[in-house]
């Protein structure tokens, strides 16, 4: 489902909400407080990225600097602002900070604000939950080919809370019967694929962690949301590979590409477009 006149009507009718709550406020300022929200939040996601690898806590424990040690103040743990202030190093040391928290923080005040402006798609809540927690999964894919089961099972949760919300609210079991439909397809086909491959050719040919996350995106997406992922899938990661071939790196058979990087990047867009009836 793409913007249309109804789309647009829902549209007015979440920022006629959001605006309600606090009269006088306009939508740039709404953008602006959802950036900064969105920035804090990838300032943790960054953290995780960096810390879930090597089994550190992402709870507990001050940030510090990778290189010297010297734990961070207050001024430069500013989303955003410190890393272009310190021009990307450590104040201290003069190692660089490298690009993946920035990247993280820029991604998540992304995705925050593009919730925001598709409000007549979807709740801006639910898509900053989803969008955030697929940005740390493709992330850590994309650099380690590592999907953690606990943020997938953390991914299926909330898709399952949202599907038994809207349930509850309409007095109907359909969504959430919709919502678990789509985590066992996305899961099956996945599975399917994996386990043919496996016995066909006597090797994996798909991380353990890919069937998985497909499930828990079915949950939010629903049986025609993982087709539709699945498709988007394939074309981000042609695109990726073709890149990767201009750039003059050979892919061989038994190369391995982060899936999961490119079920996430497909999933979001297909959570809007397809709309939330």
């Known amino acids: 489902m793409v913007f249309n ?12 909400y959001v605006f309600a709550l606090a009269p006088g406020i306009g939508l740039w300022t709404v953008l602006a407080a959802a950036g900064v929200l969105g920035a804090i939040i990838g300032s943790f996601i ?16 001050r940030s510090a600097c990778d290189s010297c040690g010297k734990a961070l103040t207050v001024q430069e743990l500013v989303p955003v602002v410190s890393w272009f202030l310190q021009r990307g190093r450590c104040r201290v040391c003069d190692a660089p900070i490298g690009v993946w928290q920035i990247a993280c923080e820029l991604g998540a005040a992304a995705i925050a604000m593009i919730a925001v402006l598709a409000a007549g798609q979807a709740p801006p809540l639910a898509t900053m939950v989803l969008g955030w927690q697929l940005l740390l999964l493709a992330l850590l894919d994309l650099r380690h080919l590592w999907l953690p089961r606990v943020l997938t099972g953390m991914l299926a949760f ?20 919709v919502a678990l439909a789509g985590g066992a397809l996305g899961f099956g086909m996945l599975w399917l694929v994996a386990t043919v491959y496996r016995r066909a050719r006597g090797r994996d040919g798909m991380g353990g962690g890919d069937p998985p996350l497909m499930g828990a995106i079915g949950l939010w997406l629903g049986p025609l949301g993982v087709v539709h992922c699945l498709l988007g899938a394939s074309i981000v990661g042609l695109l990726a590979a073709g890149i990767m071939h201009l750039a003059g790196r050979k892919i061989a058979s038994d190369t391995a590409l982060p899936l999961g990087t490119c ?11 397809q709309g939330f009836a």
């Open 5 to 16: 006149r109804t789309a647009r009507r829902r549209v007015r009718v979440h920022t006629d």
């Open 158 to 177: 909330s898709g399952l809370l949202l599907a038994a919300a809207r349930s509850w609210v309409a007095a109907d079991a359909g969504a959430l019967i």
């Open 46 to 61: 960054g953290a995780a990225l960096e810390r879930m690898p090597a089994g550190r806590s992402i709870v507990t424990g």
């Open 263 to 273: 079920l996430a990047a497909a999933a979001l867009p297909v959570f809007l477009l």
